[in-house]
């Protein structure tokens, strides 16, 4: 099996329960993933890149029979368009992500003083769909492995084989190149239960989930992250500025794209009265066919599966004439789409769902502002946030159509399937669309390693916080307030050292402790505490000077730590009394490096 290969004596291999084979691969898979992507996290930037160039090559390369097998497996799309598909996830992927940091420090603001750290965030488990299977383990492999964590590819069960022949194909290149091994997994003992547990499993960080509204809500509701995808009911609107010839054209184009199986292609057409006659001649000149009322009605009883009320697997990704005969009418073998005229929207017409198939509704509108009405309709059943299409030269209709209508991706005078997955727009290259909340997803955007990282922030003090007044409770409460902290230095510039704090000034520090003798009864002594001695490196910490009548050296009234570094320079010991005021910090140097000598203080400084 893929990423978990058998010793030969494997007591595994005598189980027979597909359930129970499942679940010890799913542990297996995840086991060794974790491992990997421990290893995986300490690679460089230029290391990660040269494994990514890697295996995007290998995927480019084998685009063509990896197509093929998808398409003999499952019976969705045609070859030509999965190759497409193939290299846009290989590709154009590749191009988009190449440049992009995602080891170690990844962007730096001077001006705000932040700098960003990237994270990986561990084991990535890639749920697979079977419309779209090869592209998109493809694609979720790479932005994975660009973000530096492993994958678990879970397949759909229709598509077993042919995403399991692309993640070998993808793990091969990956240790060529110097990966771990087990950096991808993918099982190939496919049940729910497996699926479920591989969501659930503790090592497994973050679920990227592609599939039926059900799938992804039991990522949802796993207890993991995950990125998932509503579904797409894709409007494209008409207006009556638009190139009609060109509208209609690439339309067609995003309907018929490997036979409709993308979730953001074309679902609808709403047009505009003024050119309806127009835009139905050169539907009919580009290979539409458009449906009769038994038609119509023959085929909406077969689109939509009643039990689940998803799209009916015997015409998901066929080709319209297939589509026809399944419904049980026969249409021209040139045929391209089927198209049918509609006059509501909702369940009791089938065909205003979401199809994935060469089928189109048509509606007709008085004007835009009806437009955006009809659209949003659409949208509401069964599209939030997915994906819309516009075709106008009107640059304010363009701009209000997209500000109003309840979709998160706008695609103007382009196929709205190419369109939204970057192949012809400049959208980040994805095969999984975010739909927002609207659509149930956390997030509206095209899923990139961006999503698949965490980041860490280093923020320096930018707006220092403003201390309040002191109050009145200590003797020390009324002295000068300190001075404020320097500004905080830039990004670049290295962390500021000790000798760098403000301190106060020895003036500042006598007249505390004067304040403090004084309401202790103590008389003054001959200091004068309001005459600044100076910093403490001036200072002769001592002996100091007998005092008048006095004999024997006369003890310190105050020692700070800075006093004792001076007489620790000089060799020299500092005289105090029970009386001397010692800080804290001056006392620990001062008795581990013995230079304090006590001594009886003077009888001019003793109290009754």
């Given amino acids: 099996m893929l990423g978990c290969r058998s010793s030969g004596t494997d007591p595994m291999e005598k189980v027979h329960d597909p359930d129970l084979l499942s679940l010890q691969q799913v542990r297996d898979l995840v086991a060794r993933a974790h491992e990997a992507q421990k290893r995986w996290a300490t690679f460089s930037q230029a290391q990660i890149d040269a494994v990514i160039e890697a295996v995007a090559e290998a995927a480019s390369r084998e685009a063509e029979p990896l197509a093929r097998l998808a398409v003999e497996e499952t019976g969705y799309g045609n070859v030509a368009d999965k190759i497409r598909k193939n290299k846009l996830a290989a590709e154009d992927v590749h191009r988009a992500i190449r440049g992009l940091k995602t080891v170690g420090i990844i962007r730096e603001d001077r001006e705000n003083a932040i700098v960003e750290v990237a994270e990986p965030v561990g084991v990535v488990a890639a749920i697979i769909p079977s419309t779209n299977p090869t592209s998109t383990a493809i694609y979720k492999t790479l932005i994975s492995l660009k973000a530096r964590n492993a994958i678990v590819l879970s397949p759909h069960p229709t598509a077993r084989r042919c995403i399991c022949a692309t993640a070998d194909v993808l793990l091969k290149a990956a240790l060529k190149a110097g990966a771990p091994e087990g950096l991808i997994g993918c099982m190939t003992q496919v049940t729910m239960q497996a699926t479920q547990e591989l969501m659930r499993h503790r090592r497994v960080a973050l679920i990227l989930a592609t599939g039926g509204t059900g799938l992804v809500r039991a990522a949802y509701s796993s207890g993991k992250p995950a990125l998932g995808v509503g579904p797409g009911n894709v409007p494209a609107y008409i207006e009556r500025t638009a190139v009609v010839r060109k509208a209609v054209a690439d339309i067609i184009a995003g309907k018929t794209f490997d036979n409709g199986t993308l979730c953001s292609s074309e679902q609808s057409i709403v047009c505009d009265e003024p050119i309806r006659a127009a835009v139905l001649h050169e539907l009919r000149e580009q290979g539409a066919y458009f449906l009769n009322a038994k038609e119509i009605d023959a085929l909406s009883r077969i689109v939509i599966r009643p039990d689940t009320g998803v799209p009916n ?147 320096w003090e930018t707006k220092p916080v403003e201390q309040p007044p002191a109050r009145l409770s200590s003797p020390l409460a009324s002295a000068a307030p300190l001075s404020p902290p320097p500004p905080p230095a830039p990004v670049a510039a290295a962390a500021p050292t000790s000798s760098a704090i403000t301190q106060p000034d020895r003036a500042t520090i006598a007249r505390v402790v004067e304040r403090f003798l004084s309401q202790k009864g103590v008389p003054r002594g001959e200091s004068n505490p309001g005459h600044d001695p100076g910093p403490p490196s001036a200072q002769a910490p001592s002996p100091p000077a007998p005092a008048a009548g006095v004999s024997g050296p006369r003890p310190a009234e105050f020692v700070s730590e800075s006093d004792v570094r001076a007489a620790l320079a000089r060799s020299e010991k500092i005289y105090v009394s029970p009386r001397s005021i010692v800080t804290p910090a001056a006392r620990d140097l001062g008795n581990d490096n013995g230079v304090f000598v006590e001594v009886e203080a003077p009888l001019a400084r003793r109290g009754n």
């Fill in 313 to 459: 697997p015997k015409i998901v990704g066929r080709a319209a004439p297939v589509v026809a005969q399944v419904a049980g009418f026969q249409v021209p073998a040139a045929t391209r789409v089927l198209v049918a005229e509609l006059t509501g929207i909702g369940r009791e017409h089938p065909l205003s769902l979401e199809k994935l198939s060469p089928i189109l509704a048509f509606y007709t509108v008085k004007n835009y502002q009806e437009g955006i009405e009809v659209c949003n309709r659409l949208l509401e059943f069964g599209g939030l946030g997915h994906t819309i299409a516009i075709h106008s030269q009107s640059d304010a209709i363009i701009r209000e159509f997209g500000q109003r209508v309840r979709a998160y991706r706008v695609m103007v005078n382009t196929p709205a399937s190419l369109g939204s997955v970057g192949a012809t727009t400049r959208l980040f290259p994805s095969m999984t669309l975010g739909c927002g909340a609207p659509g149930g997803n956390i997030t509206s955007d095209n899923i990139s390693p961006k999503h698949l990282m965490n980041v860490k922030r280093i923020a």
